[in-house]
């Protein structure tokens, strides 16, 4: 059974980090293409951050790019997104993604989810 399950969110400050984690059970994240999703209230889901199953090649939306820092760590089968210099508009819910499928960017659906991890940036 695939699962993915997200830890490390929080409330901090504006200008402070956090790492969120991803773990992964019933497949290896190194033969799928990863990735992390948010949606904040009243808003659409947006696509952060992917690294591509063709070649582990990484991507980022220009809203993060220069901030955020995705990886993976094999052995612990788990993916992470660094987050730096946090914002009051990256208060979201954080979701993990996951997919099969052989691609050489970021997908354009992906096939599991997880549950999701809040995230507030608030002074």
């Known amino acids: 059974q695939v699962q993915l399950v997200e830890s490390g969110g929080g409330l901090v400050h504006p200008g402070s980090s956090l790492r969120l984690s991803c773990a992964a059970s019933g497949f290896s994240l190194d033969a799928y293409a990863i990735g992390w999703f948010r949606q904040a209230p009243g808003k659409e889901r947006e696509g952060l951050s992917c690294i591509s199953s063709a070649d582990g090649s990484t991507f980022y939306a220009d809203s993060v790019n220069g901030r955020f820092t995705i990886s993976r760590d094999n052995a612990k089968n788990t993916v992470y997104l660094q987050m730096n210099s946090l914002k009051p508009e990256d208060t979201a819910i954080y979701y993990c993604?996951?997919?099969?499928?052989?691609?050489?960017?970021?997908?354009?659906?992906?096939?599991?989810w997880g549950q999701g991890t809040q995230v507030t940036v608030s002074s």
């Open positions: 993604v996951a997919d099969p499928g052989w691609s050489t960017g970021c997908p354009g659906e992906y096939e599991y």
